[in-house]
C-alpha cells in the first residue's frame, strides 16, 4: 500500500486564489514527522513546512500552512494567495520513527502534484 | 549561511562505469541522506550518513554505496552502472536530531548513463 498519496497529479489555480494540495499517509508508527517540499525546474528540493506527530498546533510558515487531521492521516498543504513564482511540483513526504534517540528510515515521498498559477 | 552544495551538477557516463557524487551540508549538519529521483519511480531513499556512520539504508543494490567524512562531507557511488541509474540524486543535510525537522536539500546531480 502506498505510504503518502497525493491524488491531483496537476491543479491550475489563479492568481492570488488560496491553493490547498491534499496529502494522506500510512503508517503504524506512533511517531511520524510530515514534510512538504517544492521542487521547481530547476530541481532543487524547497523545504516547505514541518509537522511533528505529536505537534499539537498546525504547523505554519509564511504563506503556507499545514492543516494537519491525525485521524485521518490527512497533511493537507495551504498555499495563501498564490503567486505565480509558486508554479512548481510539490511533494509531501514522511519520516516514521521520529522519537528522540530512535532509529528512523529516510522519507518516504508522495508523486507528487503539479502546481500552476495563472495570471 | 551556505546551503547544501552537491558536484557535479550534471554528468554523463557510458554503462559499465563507475560515478562518484559529492555532497557538502549546512554548516554544523551531521546527517547526510542520498535520494534518487527517476520519472517512473518517483523519489526514493538510498542511504543516510550520521557522524560517518550509515545509520539507514533504503531498498537498493550493492552497487550503491557511500561515506561520510569527519567534515560531515558526503560521497556516494554507483559501480557498473545501469541505463536505469539514469536519475537526479539528491542529498539532504540535517542537524541529526530526528525530532527537529530540519531536512534540506541540495540542487542535486543529474546522472545520465548511456
Known amino acids: 500500500a502506498q505510504k503518502i498519496t497525493q491524488t491531483q497529479p496537476g491543479m491550475f489555480v489563479q492568481e492570488k486564489e488560496a491553493v490547498t494540495l491534499d496529502c494522506t499517509y500510512d503508517?503504524?508508527?506512533?511517531?511520524?514527522?510530515l514534510f512538504w517540499y517544492k521542487q521547481p525546474s530547476s530541481g532543487e528540493m524547497i523545504f516547505l513546512i514541518y509537522q511533528g506527530s505529536y505537534d499539537q498546533q498546525n504547523a505554519t510558515e509564511g504563506r503556507y500552512s499545514l492543516n494537519f487531521q491525525k485521524a485521518r492521516k490527512s497533511a493537507n498543504l495551504v498555499i495563501s494567495a498564490s503567486q505565480l513564482g509558486d508554479s512548481a511540483m510539490y511533494f509531501c513526504?514522511?519520516?516514521?520513527?521520529?522519537?528522540?534517540?530512535?532509529?528512523?528510515?529516510?522519507?518516504?515521498f508522495g508523486k507528487g502534484t503539479h502546481l500552476i498559477i495563472q495570471p | 549561511k551556505a546551503g547544501v552544495t552537491q558536484t557535479p551538477r550534471y554528468l554523463i557516463k557510458t554503462r559499465g562505469q563507475q560515478v562518484t557524487l559529492s555532497c557538502s551540508p549546512i554548516s554544523g549538519h551531521r546527517s547526510v541522506s542520498w535520494y534518487q529521483q527517476t520519472p517512473g519511480q518517483g523519489l526514493q531513499f538510498l542511504f543516510e550518513y550520521f557522524s560517518e556512520t550509515q545509520r539507514n539504508k533504503g531498498n537498493f543494490p550493492g552497487r550503491f554505496s557511500g561515506r561520510q567524512f569527519s567534515n560531515s562531507r558526503s560521497e556516494m557511488n554507483v559501480s557498473t552502472l545501469e541505463l536505469g541509474d539514469s536519475a537526479l540524486y539528491l542529498c539532504a543535510s540535517s542537524i541529526g536530531d530526528r525530532n527537529t525537522g530540519e531536512l534540506f536539500f541540495g540542487e542535486g546531480s543529474r546522472l545520465t548513463v548511456l
Open positions: 503508517t503504524s508508527d506512533p511517531s511520524y514527522g
Open positions: 513526504a514522511m519520516r516514521e520513527g521520529e522519537a528522540e534517540g530512535g532509529g528512523a528510515d529516510g522519507l518516504t
